[in-house]
């Protein structure tokens, strides 16, 4: 089996809202990372300090089949189509340990989808 990664940096009040969506389009879980970025925009600030929005970063391990399908539910989700809500990106994964619990549920869902 392949596997990717999709990383997903979104706004701390719409984490659970993309995470959701990710379970529905066929993710198993996510690793939630609290974060803080920077953009093309500068941050505000209130007397020197910052109130820049807080940020999450979404980690999926996926099989590379259902990649897309959970980019896209993403992408709706966290309304990346608007400036400042959020990005996301694929990355290949090369070698995988510890996913023995959730092998033959993969499998299930290859076998679905090609056969």
């Not at 969506?21 to 974060?35: N, Q, S, V, Y």
């Not at 209130?46 to 897309?68: K, M, N, Y």
Request: proline share 4%; glycine share 8%; aromatic share 6%.
């Amino acid at each position: 089996m392949k596997f990717k990664v999709i990383l997903a940096s979104v706004k701390t009040d719409i984490t659970d809202t993309v995470v959701d969506a990710a379970k529905e389009a066929g993710a198993t879980g996510a690793t939630i990372i609290p974060a803080r970025g920077t953009g093309m925009r500068e941050a505000k600030t209130f007397f020197g300090l910052s109130l820049e929005a807080p940020t999450d970063i979404i980690l999926l391990l996926l099989e590379e089949h259902i990649v897309r399908p959970v980019l896209d539910a993403i992408a709706t989700a966290g309304k990346f189509d608007k400036p400042g809500t959020g990005i996301a990106f694929v990355l290949p994964v090369e070698s995988v340990v510890g996913l023995e619990s959730q092998l033959e549920r993969f499998k299930q869902e290859v076998r679905k989808q090609y056969f």
